[in-house]
């Protein structure tokens, strides 16, 4: 079963009892980060959370954990709810091998139902903006799909990028922008800069849960999200054109923003309570103008919480980064068997394989840090053999002996970087750790007494 917008999802979890509504009225802060907090506390079958009562703000909806939970990913996959982990890798990897699958051209898209331009653009008007922990810098939009072109080759398809990334709202027509050096949209703004021009963009926010899931995958940079959304889905995804930018955006989304990155401004942006459980600090971060707001009646304002892991966001790229890091070792060592890359967006990864001759699994090692993903995220590969299952982690053997010692035929290898030295991406202090919020606590036993009169 596929969805076709975020509302036909949140029917499917309310179904499969894996949908809290909060009827009482709760504060934007910190009552709604503190739930999307406790959520995260309640393990793999934590529901998603769904408030329309949010004070200070007129027939406000905000769905908070709609991926939080194994139990919520396989529903977003169609799937049964209880579907195990290693299972929903496995049909991943099995739907993933039906990549391209076009999508389809809609008209008459929701969003399409209200319109905002110019100076009538208003972004706090529009969305009940929040602060997900205390010490963000400020509200952000953060589950967005956000899509750009090559500004150099711009009517290829499959060159069209469709990302999430942290958007930091800067004023009633500005967002702050967070472009890593390795994703793609960071290459859509150098190519636009070097030629003197602002890039065009359009922000999606509240989705279908296959099109979030495709947006936070690390695929080729000639790799259609979309493409690949109608793999998953088993159906082709369904899309529809930007009123403004005449981009491809889906077709189902509550909000839709279109507008520019603006060609050399850079702002203060951050701090932000990240994936890695840390604050990262505040930056000099590219600026979005927003020329046009299009939305749906009363839309749903999706949001996704980040902090100390496990949080709704490593459901979400868990196994989007292990299928891409598993497709692209096996496409040079067949011998691979499994990898699983769900830890902080794979800063640390577990590669299964079989060996060809001594010092192989240090070759896979070295070669999943140099993947397009792995350039940028994995910091440690434990490379195991092919009968250790990498998704269990409680029965994985440990040798006894050093790995460093040197038995007949393995020889210590040794790589030199010899390019010229590059300087880092320096985004400030990242030791700051995320705390939970006083009031989750209370959530956490608000929460779990509403499961229990379920």
């Known amino acids: 079963m596929a969805f076709d917008d975020l509302r036909s999802y949140l029917d499917a979890l309310q179904h499969e009892g894996q949908l809290l509504h909060v009827d009482e009225e709760v504060a934007p802060e910190p009552d709604l980060g503190a739930a999307a907090n406790a959520a995260s506390r309640l393990g793999d079958t934590a529901p998603a959370l769904y408030f329309d009562d949010v004070k200070g703000f007129t027939n406000a909806r905000v769905a908070l954990n709609t991926h939080g939970s194994w139990r919520n990913h396989a529903i977003a996959m169609g799937l049964p709810a209880n579907t195990s982990t290693r299972e929903q890798v496995d049909e991943f990897i099995r739907r993933w091998e039906q990549f391209p699958v076009a999508p389809q051209r809609r008209a008459d898209p929701p969003f399409a139902e209200n319109v905002r ?101 690390p695929l080729g940079y000639d ?103 598993y497709q692209q070792l096996r496409a040079e060592f067949p011998e691979v068997r499994a990898v699983n890359a769900m830890y902080t967006h794979g800063l640390l990864a577990i590669v299964s394989t079989a060996k060809r001759y001594g010092g192989f699994a240090r070759s896979v090692g070295l070669r999943t840090m140099t993947t397009p993903h792995g350039l940028g995220y994995c910091k440690m590969v434990i490379v195991v053999d092919e009968d250790v299952d990498p998704f269990n982690l409680p029965n994985m053997s440990v040798v006894e002996l050093d790995p460093g010692s040197q038995p007949p035929g393995i020889t210590n290898k040794l790589v030199i970087d010899a390019t010229t030295p590059v300087s880092p991406d320096d985004r400030g202090r990242y030791g700051m750790p995320v705390s939970d919020l006083p009031e989750s606590g209370a959530w956490l036993d608000k929460l779990r007494s509403m499961l229990q009169q379920q």
């Open 223 to 325: 790799q259609s999200e979309y493409e690949m959304a109608g793999a998953l889905r088993g159906e082709p995804a369904p899309i529809a054109t930007g009123p403004l930018t005449g981009f491809d955006v889906p077709w189902g989304c509550e909000v839709l923003l279109e507008g520019v990155i603006e060609s050399r401004k850079r702002e203060l942006e951050g701090p932000f309570g990240e994936f890695t459980g840390h604050y990262s600090g505040g930056r000099s971060m590219p600026v979005i103008r927003v020329d046009r707001i299009s939305y749906r009646t009363n839309p749903v304002f999706e949001s996704l919480y980040l902090g100390m892991p496990w949080t709704e966001v490593d459901y979400l790229i868990g196994p989007a980064t292990c299928v891409p890091l």
């Open 117 to 217: 331009d110019g100076d009538d653009v208003d972004l706090f008007d529009v969305l009940p903006l929040f602060r997900l922990n205390e010490g963000d810098g400020g509200f952000y939009v953060d589950k967005a799909a956000v899509v750009s072109r090559d500004p150099d080759d711009p009517d290829n398809f499959d060159k069209q990028n469709v990302g999430i990334y942290r958007m930091q709202v800067k004023g009633n027509r500005e967002l702050g922008l967070q472009p890593v050096p390795m994703h793609d949209i960071a290459l859509h703004l150098n190519k636009a800069e070097q030629r003197g021009e602002d890039l065009p963009v359009a922000i999606a926010i509240g989705n279908d849960p296959i099109t979030s899931v495709v947006a936070g995958t």
